[in-house]
């Protein structure tokens, strides 16, 4: 009979040769012992699967054809053995105490179906501060608990930093495979509206930045972001009454106005209108939205 491990290390990846066998690495070095690992590969063109196979029996990988790493995800979880989850992209660093500091947390808290904890930039590169979580609002989470606010106001969760019960992301759908980029933040949501959340304040994993991250893609990155509250807002009723009507608009209004720009300076003209009226009709108290709605027009 095969081992039923507590924790499925989950990491999808896509041409990501020269990164992942450092981050699968950084997971075999984990001192807590009791997982497995699994790695999806999203329909590389470069020596990816060569890189897997060198590890043998050290984790289990799996193909598919390029769907995104929601899809990527999703299908590691349907080969997952463990009760938890731990997604971690294949270009950052667990640090030898990942593992061990969630599921600590977790196994001490039945009702707990979701925790993470902070994470640090690697190299700090033009960074003001070593965390992704300022010292002090990492503090605040752990002392009083996260809500839907701290959520909305910033997307603070990183998957790489949290250990999720399989049960509970399958209740919810698990990821939604037509997000490319703002999948984390669509599942924390879900998560958050559902079942208890809870927050550690220490730092798990190392995250690295380059030109190959997906969130670099702002115009996208923009309108999966209001998708993703929209959908919020749409699935859980209660969320507008708890954030506040006006501040949901704002924030909204707030990345159509960011949408219009950028589109604007790449020469998209009627899209860049199209989205500074919809900032306009949303926060029309804003000056400075109507300044930019009469002067592009």
Known sequence: MLHQPTVSVIIATYNRAHYVAETIDSVL??????????????GSTDNTREVLRRYGDRLRFYCQENRG???????????????????????????????????????????????????????????????????????????????????????????????????????????????????????????????????????????????GNAGRNEDLRLTENIRVIEKLLKNYPDARKLLGGQKVARRIAYRYYRLAKGRRKRGLYRDAFQAIEKAVSLYPVSVKYWFYKFQWK
């Open 29 to 42: 070095l984990q001192k807590f012992r009791d997982f497995e690992l699994i790695v999806i590969d999203d």
């Open 69 to 211: 790493p929601s899809a990527a995800r999703n299908l590691g979880v349907r080969h997952a053995r463990g009760e938890w989850i731990a997604i971690q992209d294949s270009d950052d660093l667990c640090r030898p105490n990942h593992l061990e500091v969630l599921f600590g947390y977790v196994a001490a808290r039945p009702d707990c179906r979701m925790v993470f904890a902070n994470g640090a930039y690697l190299g700090r590169s033009n960074r003001k501060r070593d965390t992704i979580i300022p010292v002090r609002k990492s503090r605040r989470l752990a002392r009083d608990g996260v809500n839907l606010q701290d959520l909305f106001e910033k997307s603070i969760v990183r998957l790489q930093a949290s250990l999720i019960s399989k049960s509970a992301y399958e209740e919810i759908g698990g990821h939604d495979e037509s997000l490319r980029i703002c999948m984390d933040l669509d599942l924390s949501f879900r998560l958050l509206m559902t079942f208890p959340v809870g927050y550690i304040d220490e730092t798990v994993f190392d995250y690295r930045k380059h030109d």
